[in-house]
């Protein structure tokens, strides 16, 4: 699997626009510093159309970051009502995906292709009332990443959702409690609040929810469409209106055996087998609830004219790992281990792999040193211009600016492994309903399936996952999300799906999906797991906490601007990351009695259905708060939060009470003290750097040391102005007027634009890049042996690993037969004349 093709974009603070009066000024040099990547999408794709540009830069769309917007209401209200300038250019609110929501973020298209970008986008729907949050955020998936594909429409069936209920089901839910009080002045009045309850209750489900299968032809037709090496046989679907996930399943054959000979879809048209088909649910086609002139077929006819006369396409936004791309082991994330029932010396072996992964790398092992680069046979380049040095000459380890990177690369995984980010034996994996039993629902026939309640059926390179099969998913916040299933094999499972790698198929007669917060099938992503210590840390009795309203959206409204910026500014704010912090900070309290214990469960079960909404917001409409008498204890966090994020890492306070997740860190942290990184760095030779061949002249040299020296000047300005912003309550009266606190907290700066504006000077000087490099490895190692060598490496960094002298380096690459092992899979050597270097 491989990302789409990336589009440079500019990406403006908030606070910018408010101190130019949303009135920019069109500067080529002020905009770099405001240029992001951003992934290719249909709306992009509808620009490239509209405008005929197909240059890197998107030109004409400009993303807004609100981060902090709450702050400043009223400006941010005129934002959304008028827009703003950009030189003699005005861009108005255009479309944000669910992703922008939850981050405070805007989308701003041009005046100029504005309304037939809205007329593409709206696809001619007309609404008198609906809600607004679901259809902005089915317009918002044409910002959805994808590979667009272009000039194919294959025949997509609109199947019914198949409903069931699951009877007897012991859960936990959120209800009203209503409670009296006198207030100050001694009246009576009602408090209503959130709580949690227990009860034994039926409850339905929508078995295929976001999900459908598909004929292998489609699957080879994608896969050369995209120019996948491998083949797509779960397919994540992108369309105007139209999300979800579809598995490649030969139907033609299941249902020859059956005497099946056509299909019905939800209008009541049958249509036979003689083209291959993409079978879905009504689930998948949001379009539904807008394409309802006729209420018959003919409504589908005309989102397939207007999908047309648009110029809409469809996309893929992700696609399966073969068995063989799929990770053996995955990191895993503190929240599936901090609700663990385990004593502490069992737990704390859940780290032992990654301290032995650590341990073979400090103390050098090639294999382990390579690898942890990305340097392979397959992969040569590695994964930056650091492991590409390393890769052509093992010496350049030594150097101390790849030695730097090395270590600063390493420093940040330990730092991960103390807040529980951990290597286990684990792969994320495509949540997959039972197809045979999709199988049965489209053509109604005896719904039997193939798993039982308790069965899933999944595998690895090595095989079925046989037996007990811990299911996770994130965000995790209670624990009756841990979900224990029974691996199995199936005979018929095996002959239709046996090649749906990198997939967790679970049954449809159990409430699994709505266990894991609210998972359906359009694409979410499970962690699977067989370890027997984490399997053993699992309450197996906790009553399964769920949302018994989680398709409740807000009320209907017409669609008027002062509607859509309510919208936008009710929505400025995510609850998603609080929430799971808050749970956080309860799961790691140590309580002293069981009744103390029970009310944290409580909070924390709460906690898990307002987390859920939260996520959801974007498209219902539906928020919960969390209740202030939980958000009130919920600080400090505990202490290994601290390596959680720079966001943490920034607290004054922490809570050291002795949870299994801050006893580790504090073992880990000992550990860290104690380790001794090889090869040492003290005897490096930097002629391997310098290439004779291209010679520097002395005038050359002596104006890219002018220049060296002013690039060190302004990175320590930066470095000081940066220093000072993250400690802002220190400086706050010289920041003040400039950034506000909120804006503090999240700020970054743009290091790629400055090495870019000193990488062009140098270029404009002069164009042979090996000649810069010889300049700058003599001007860091000769002239300022002394001061910062980041020049070498930011500014002349691509021609200095073309420089380097180049050694042998035998790379590994994945090996059934090999006998060297690194995180689950065997490698074996390549020779170096195998390998294709510089």
């Not at 699957?219 to 996948?228: D, F, I, M, T």
């Not at 099946?260 to 079978?279: A, Y």
């Not at 037996?467 to 239709?496: A, D, M, Q, W």
């Not at 940066?722 to 804006?743: D, H, V």
Request: glycine share 6%; hydrophobic share 35%.
């Amino acid at each position: 699997m491989f990302a789409p093709k990336q589009y440079l974009v500019r990406k403006y603070p908030l606070r910018l626009l408010i101190s130019q009066d949303f009135h920019l000024p069109c500067s080529p040099g002020e905009e770099d510093q405001h240029l992001v990547r951003q992934q290719d999408n249909p709306l992009f794709r509808l620009l490239r159309q509209i405008t005929g540009e197909t240059s890197q830069l998107q030109d004409y769309f400009i993303f807004v970051s609100c981060r902090g917007g709450r702050s400043c209401q009223e400006q941010l209200r005129l934002l959304a009502e008028q827009g703003f300038w950009l030189g003699e250019r005005h861009f108005s609110l255009s479309e944000r995906s669910a992703s922008m929501t939850r981050s405070g973020i805007l989308g701003f298209a041009d005046d100029a292709v504005l309304e037939e970008l809205n007329r593409r986008v709206s696809m001619d729907i007309r609404l008198e009332r609906t809600v607004l949050s679901k259809y902005y955020a089915y317009r918002g998936l044409m910002l959805s990443s994808c590979h667009c594909l272009e000039d194919w429409i294959p025949k997509i069936v609109i199947l019914p959702d198949c409903r069931r209920t699951i009877p007897g089901q012991h859960i936990k839910y959120v209800r009203d409690q209503e409670s009296e009080f006198t207030d100050r002045e001694g009246r009576r009045r009602t408090w209503v609040q959130k709580e949690i309850a227990e009860k034994t209750a039926d409850i339905s489900i929508n078995v295929f929810d976001g999900s459908g299968i598909h004929h292998p032809a489609i699957s080879r037709r994608a896969q050369a469409l995209v120019g996948s090496p491998s083949p797509l046989t779960t397919i994540l679907w992108r369309g105007p209106y139209l999300k979800g996930v579809t598995n490649e399943v030969d139907y033609e054959a299941f249902y020859r055996e059956r005497g099946v000979t056509e299909l019905t879809d939800i209008w009541g048209v049958r249509h036979d087998f003689s083209q291959p088909m993409i079978l879905m649910t009504e689930s998948m086609y949001k379009g539904l609830s807008y394409f309802r002139e006729h209420r018959d077929y003919r409504d589908w006819e005309a989102y397939w004219e207007r999908f047309r006369k648009y110029g809409h396409c469809l996309g893929i936004a992700k696609w399966n790992f073969t068995r063989q791309e799929e990770p053996v082991y995955t990191r895993a994330n503190y929240q599936i281990l901090q609700d663990l029932n385990l004593p502490y010396e069992k737990f704390a072996s859940l780290a032992e792999e990654s301290v032995r992964w650590a341990e073979r790398i400090v103390a050098g092992d090639p294999l382990y040193t390579r690898c942890f680069l990305g340097l392979t046979a397959e992969h040569p380049e590695g994964i930056s211009p650091y492991a590409r040095a390393v890769g052509k000459n093992p010496e350049m380890l030594k150097e101390p600016g790849v030695r730097s990177y090395f270590l600063s690369l390493l420093k940040k995984y330990i730092d991960e492994f103390k807040c529980g980010k951990l290597w286990l034996k684990s792969a994320f994996k495509f949540l997959v309903a039972d197809p045979i039993l999709f199988l049965e629902h489209a053509a109604g026939l005896p719904l039997k399936g193939s798993l039982a309640p308790d069965q899933c059926f999944t595998f690895d390179c090595q095989g079925p996952l046989l037996g007990e099969t811990l299911i996770e998913r994130n965000p995790h916040i209670c624990r009756s999300e841990h979900v224990v299933l029974k691996g199995v094999s199936s005979p018929l499972l095996t002959r239709y799906c046996g090649h749906l790698d990198n997939t967790c198929i679970i049954n449809g007669a159990s409430i699994t999906p709505q266990r894991l917060n609210g998972a359906d099938f359009d694409g979410d992503l499970v962690l699977v797991l067989q370890n027997e210590t984490l399997l053993e840390g699992v309450d197996r009795d906790a009553a399964m906490v769920i949302d018994i309203e989680d398709k409740a959206t807000a009320l209907e409204q017409e669609d008027t601007p002062a509607n859509r910026v309510a919208l936008i500014l009710r929505s400025m704010t995510s609850l998603i990351g609080e929430t799971s912090n808050c749970a956080t900070a309860y799961h790691n309290k140590t309580p002293r009695t069981r009744e103390q214990r029970q009310k944290y469960d409580s909070y924390i079960d709460l906690l898990s259905v307002i987390n859920g909404k939260a996520i959801d917001f974007s498209k219902t409409g539906v928020l919960f708060q969390i209740p202030r008498h939980i958000a009130k204890y919920a600080r400090p966090l505990p202490y290994f939060m601290k390596y959680a994020g720079s966001y943490y890492a920034k607290m004054n306070t922490f809570s050291k009470a002795p949870s299994n997740l801050n006893r580790l860190c504090f073992e880990l942290e000992r550990w860290e003290r104690q380790l001794r990184f090889s090869p040492p760095a003290a005897d490096f030779d930097y002629s391997v750097m310098l290439d004779p061949n291209h010679p520097v002249p002395q005038e050359t040299f002596r104006q890219i040391e002018e220049i060296y020296l002013e690039f060190n000047r302004e990175m320590n300005q930066l470095a000081r102005d940066q220093a000072m912003i993250r400690n802002y309550p220190k400086y706050r009266e010289e920041l003040e007027g400039w950034i506000t606190p909120q804006e503090a907290a999240v700020f970054s700066l743009n290091w790629g634009y400055y090495y870019k504006k000193y990488r062009d000077r140098c270029l404009a000087l002069c164009g042979d890049i090996r000649v810069i490099a010889n300049a700058a490895v003599r001007l860091c190692y000769e002239k300022y042996p002394r001061r910062s060598r980041r020049f070498l490496w930011a500014v002349a960094g691509e021609g200095l690993v073309k420089n380097i002298r180049p050694a042998n380096c035998p790379l590994p690459t994945p090996d059934p037969r090999g006998n060297l092992l690194y995180l689950g899979r065997t490698y074996a050597y390549k020779a170096k004349e195998e390998n294709s270097h510089d």
